[in-house]
């Protein structure tokens, strides 16, 4: 395999994200967010990180760090990311995004994060428990996004407010150092129909990794067996399927099997409710199961290859981290001089 080189890419445009590497990847992360990495690395410069810092605002064991790192980056590979056309990386390895943090720390008002609703869900009603890290993390993405001047950024629609707020950074930099222009105000990808995979136990609640139920998510190490197990039980209600997607309102669970057949096969969510009209959820889970499988069994058996050998994808990190640091040097060298520090 030859080192990592940019590649060719419409006008200024870049594309930005990263997963943390705090548990096992799902379904929900895979939709909402690595197969449009995979896609749009053909369509502008691409930069996808590990978010090795963001991990810590959540106690993660230093044994296993390393090796959780190892497995988002073979999560990427497997999932069609090509080192010799996107930049992949570990967050830790590019100082510049946290020094960047810091600026941002300083430009970010307390009012702006009090309100974002991540937070909150994380942190529920024990908020002075958590980390600071956890509380600055959206500061910190902003810091990931604007280190490389990106100007568009996929992910799953629970991030739309981080995205505004990196937004609300970038304005309010550019204008309180009268540098008008200096970063982007970069774009959220969230469009697709894997934006938001819901629980396979409650309808109301994300797909997450940190879910304690494991029955709640497809992971992507999964085998066919787990797979077809995890959909088997999904929670349904007794009801048939009707012929019109808007009358699954009020059925979240039944509306969320829907939409993930939909975002496996590639088809309209109405066009699989057709499919399936009148019918209950005995005909539909099986086939979901075996669609499910199809898809996601080869990616599983993808990671376990890469993953034999370590040293390879540890090849891949470094020659992704050299170019990462490569392009946010300049960018933090004109932020310093910006803000007036007294360093070269
Ligand atoms: N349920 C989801 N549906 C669609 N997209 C999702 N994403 C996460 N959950 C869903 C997207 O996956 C990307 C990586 O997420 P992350 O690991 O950085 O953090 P997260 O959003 O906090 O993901 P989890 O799985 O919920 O992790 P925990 O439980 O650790 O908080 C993001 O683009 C996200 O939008």
Redesign the pocket.
């Known amino acids: 395999m030859t080192d990592q080189a940019p590649a060719p890419y419409a006008g200024n445009k870049r594309v930005l ?4 590497p ?2 096992d ?5 895979y ?4 197969v449009k990495f995979a896609r749009l690395q053909h369509e502008m410069e691409t930069f996808i990180f590990v ?1 090795d810092l ?1 991990a810590i605002t ?1 106690w993660q064991d230093p044994k296993k760090l390393k090796q959780q790192v190892r497995e988002i980056a073979a999560a990427y590979l497997a999932t069609g990311l090509d080192p010799k056309v996107a930049t992949i990386f570990a967050q830790s390895a590019v100082p510049a995004h946290a020094e960047l943090a810091w600026v941002f720390n300083c430009v970010a008002r307390l009012g702006w994060l009090d309100r974002m609703t ?1 937070f909150k869900d ?1 942190a529920g009603k024990h908020k002075e428990r958590e980390s600071v890290g956890l509380y600055t993390y959206p500061v910190l993405q902003a810091a990931d996004i604007l280190i490389y001047k990106a100007t568009h950024v ?6 739309r407010q981080h995205l505004e707020l990196t937004r609300d950074i970038a304005a309010k930099f550019n204008h309180d150092f009268d540098a008008e222009g200096f970063f982007p105000l970069p774009e959220a990808l969230t469009q697709g129909p ?5 629980s396979l136990r409650d309808g109301s609640v ?6 304690p139920s494991d029955n709640s998510r497809i992971n992507l190490t999964d085998d066919a067996d787990a797979i077809s197990q995890k959909i088997r039980k999904a929670r349904t209600d007794a009801d048939v399927l009707p012929e019109k997607l808007e009358d699954l309102a009020g059925r979240a669970e039944a509306l969320n099997l829907i939409g993930v057949y939909a975002a496996l096969s590639q088809r309209a969510a109405q066009d699989v409710l057709s499919e399936f009209a009148g019918q209950g959820f005995g005909a539909l889970k099986p086939k979901l199961a075996d669609l499910a499988v199809s898809v996601m069994g080869p990616i599983g058996g993808e990671m376990r290859r890469l993953l034999a050998d370590p040293a390879e994808i540890d090849r891949i990190l470094g020659a992704g981290a050299e170019r990462a640091r490569a392009v946010a040097a300049p960018t933090l060298a004109e932020v310093k001089k910006i803000v007036g520090y007294w360093g070269e």
């Open positions: 994200s990263g997963v943390q705090s548990g990847l799902h379904l929900g992360n939709l909402g967010a690595l978010a963001h959540a991540q994380k996929p992910v799953g629609e629970d991030q894997g934006a938001r995979i819901m994300k797909m997450s990794k940190s879910d």
